[in-house]
């Protein structure tokens, strides 16, 4: 099946600082969704992206859909210490099937 | 703002019980799921609904089934716990398959079966 590759796996940063990370895939994604999970949470809708070269942002978070459409990309700008957490990418290959997760990507923000 | 609530955060259970993990979503999602999170094995999804009294078969169904009785709930049942059951569960919902679909997460019931 589809399968979802996130990195880095994890990346410490200082406060302040912007971060990037990405999400690939051998498949055609029509559907990419960004989230990002607490510890002990459930994940939270970050951001979601529908068709191919689209950028859309949320506050200091942006991302895009992959020209190519099997990618994706997220950028944090001026990072703060409550961006600590695990950012997962989600994929859909076609309208009405599920959704496929990334692995997630730990992001650790030093003071 | 969509809602997605678990009926417990934390549940302690001993092996052979049977367990009831509820959800309700108050945003008159057609779709609902069932999910469960270990480290290492990302999420995978074990059933999900698109309609009332509707189940489909996710990725790893044994040992669990589900009930969708009212649109807004989905309950995931466990008929006898076992100890590699113990894992973080989680339900989401959506409005319905089709484009621009996009899933919400309740905060999560993260179950111990001793």
């Known amino acids: 099946g589809q399968q979802l590759n996130q990195s880095p796996q994890s990346m410490f940063i200082q406060e302040g600082e912007d971060v990037s990370m990405n999400c690939t895939s051998s498949?055609?994604?029509?559907?990419w969704l960004w989230y990002k999970q607490d510890p002990g949470e459930g994940p939270v809708l970050l951001i979601a992206?529908?068709?191919?070269?689209e950028l859309t942002s949320n506050g200091r978070l942006t991302a895009q859909f992959g020209i190519t459409r099997k990618d994706s990309f997220l950028n944090i700008s001026a990072s703060i210490p409550s961006d600590v957490g695990i950012y997962f990418c989600?994929?859909?290959?076609?309208?009405?099937?599920?959704?496929?997760f990334g692995p997630g990507t730990r992001l650790s923000v030093l003071p | 703002d969509v809602k997605v609530t678990q009926s417990s955060r934390y549940l302690v259970k001993r092996t052979g019980e049977k367990v009831f993990l509820e959800c309700v979503q108050d945003m008159d999602h057609e779709n609902m799921f069932w999910y469960r999170q270990d480290p290492g094995l990302g999420l995978r999804l074990i059933y999900f609904s698109y309609d009332v009294k509707m189940k489909e078969k996710g990725d790893i169904p044994e040992g669990y089934s589900v009930s969708r009785e009212k649109k807004e709930r989905f309950s995931l049942i466990l008929e006898s716990a076992s100890t590699n059951q113990t894992s973080m569960y989680l339900c989401?919902?959506?409005?319905?398959?089709?484009?621009?679909?996009?899933?919400?997460f309740g905060p999560g019931t993260r179950l111990l079966v001793l």
């Open positions: 989401a919902s959506s409005f319905a398959f089709g484009p621009q679909e996009t899933q919400y």
């Open positions: 989600a994929g859909q290959v076609e309208y009405g099937q599920n959704f496929v």
């Open positions: 498949s055609i994604f029509n559907t």
């Open positions: 992206l529908y068709k191919a070269g």
